[in-house]
């Protein structure tokens, strides 16, 4: 398959940037490590950032001294007898006529094609965990006693770099986020009749394999009752009773890109009253959250607004006492939302981002390009003993994927319903079986 050309102008605009970025230094980048056993490889960020290289046990060096060799990719040659039982491979020749590289070598070249240009050079370098060529270029950079560095530089510009996205990239985060939405909608559908998690997740993985997904952004989250008070829980294998609440956090890959969504649901396709009062509470604070992306605004900005929302709102069922600032100030809200708000995503789910976002005292603000979630939620387990019995071993949460743009913000998945009439229609419109 040929590289789209849109993508191949942007990828040399990207590798320009890094080239500046080294002065008279040296960038060796890995590709990604094989999967261990049999499995579907997917190239590590930073190196499909650059190269657009899909294999692993490649190398890219990035060295902006070399006046025909700026760009230089070491790659492995095609061999019948590995692609009799592993797969097949691009080779040298295609490599070089596919990808934005001013020269491609045979990855066996390695060695002898560096040992000259490293010396006397500060040289960037992460090696990469069971990559093919790490025992290779760690032994070269031993041999002639050349210092590296794993930070700054360029890995800094790349972070920077990445926090943006880019039209291209834009439009692979819409396309996962419209099919991880599509599939969303086919969990409600099956909700009815699905008996236990894994059910839920198989229909997930189902609806996003039949429109081309091949990779999904991290295991899916399908939390059935009080398995939903478990921000991260993964088992997927409880049964899932007729009245009760289904949380799905989940989303699909696109040409690398992630999308990342939840949305919660009751089986009966009815919410109970207590159900709906919590959603309702935690979708006006998702929605606050929302509505308040902005360029100019701190990621604690946002979680602080959409905190007060969801105060007030258990404020009002009694769960929550006191005032408001009262509450945020003391972090008794967190009693039932101990995560964050927001975090930031692209080619990972919790993707890159520059330390002065992150934090209580994070200074830096939202710029335009950049993408986050937006996610509240409301979780009671027994330890939550202040409480009465109605509200606990409930977990709720409602995600979306926002884009900054240049005057406020763009819901990217705002076709996936979260209205509670929008929830319960759909999930009322399956068919039980």
């Known amino acids: 398959m040929n590289m789209n050309s849109d993508l191949f102008s942007e990828l040399k605009v990207r590798q320009k940037r890094i080239l500046e970025s080294l002065g008279n230094d040296v960038l060796i980048l890995p590709a990604g490590a094989p999967p261990s056993g049999v499995g579907l490889f997917l190239q590590a960020d930073d190196f499909h ?22 760009v230089v990719l070491f790659v492995k040659e095609k061999n019948q007898q590995e692609e009799v039982w592993q797969g097949f491979t691009i080779g ?24 000259e240009r490293l010396k006397g050079r500060t040289v960037y370098y992460k090696s990469v965990q069971n990559q093919r060529q790490n025992a290779v270029i760690d032994k070269l950079l031993d041999q002639e006693g050349i210092e590296t560095t794993d930070v700054g530089g360029p890995f800094d510009e790349l972070l920077e770099m990445r926090v943006i996205k880019s039209a291209y990239e834009l439009e692979q985060m819409r396309r996962a986020i419209d099919i991880t939405g599509e599939a969303h909608h086919a969990c409600m559908r099956a909700g009815k009749s699905a008996r236990f998690e894994y059910q839920l997740e198989a229909e997930f993985e189902y609806a996003c394999k039949t429109r081309g997904v091949r990779h999904f952004a991290f295991g899916s989250i399908v939390a059935a009752g009080a398995h939903a008070t478990c921000q991260h829980y993964v088992e997927n294998n409880g049964p ?6 289904v949380l799905i956090d989940a989303g699909a890959k696109w040409n690398n890109y992630c999308a990342d969504l939840t949305r919660t649901f009751p089986t009966s396709g009815k919410f109970t009253p207590v159900q ?3 959603y309702e509470i935690v979708l006006a604070s998702e929605k606050a959250g929302v509505e308040a992306v902005a ?4 990621l604690m900005d946002l979680h602080i607004i959409s905190a007060r929302v969801l105060a007030d709102g258990l404020k009002s069922l009694g769960i929550l006492h006191g005032s408001t600032d009262g509450i945020i100030e003391s972090n008794a809200y967190r009693d039932f939302w101990p995560g964050a708000l ?21 200074e830096r603000k939202l710029e335009p390009g950049m993408v986050i979630t937006v ?8 330890f939550n003993y202040q409480i009465s019995e109605e509200f606990k071993h409930i977990g709720i949460r409602i995600e979306d ?32 079986k």
Do not use: W
Request: charged letters at 30%; aromatic letters at 8%; proline letters at 6%.
């Open 49 to 70: 950032y650059l190269t657009g290289f899909p294999e692993e046990g490649a190398v890219a060096v990035f060295d902006p001294t070399q006046e025909s060799e700026n």
């Open 92 to 115: 040298v020749r295609k490599a070089g006529e596919r990808f934005p590289a001013d020269k491609v070598y045979n990855v066996q070249l390695l060695e002898l094609k560096l040992k």
């Open 240 to 245: 899932i009773g007729k009245d009760e609440l």
């Open 276 to 278: 709906r009062d919590l």
């Open 295 to 298: 360029p100019g605004i701190r």
């Open 342 to 362: 927001c975090h930031s995503l692209g080619l990972y789910v919790h993707d890159v981002m520059p330390p002065l976002f992150r934090g209580l005292d994070a």
């Open 375 to 382: 996610e509240p939620g409301f979780y009671s387990q027994d």
């Open 401 to 432: 994927d926002v884009l900054v743009t240049e005057d406020g913000h763009e819901n990217l998945s705002i076709a996936t319903v979260k209205e509670v009439a929008d929830v319960e229609a759909m999930v009322q419109s399956g068919a039980e």
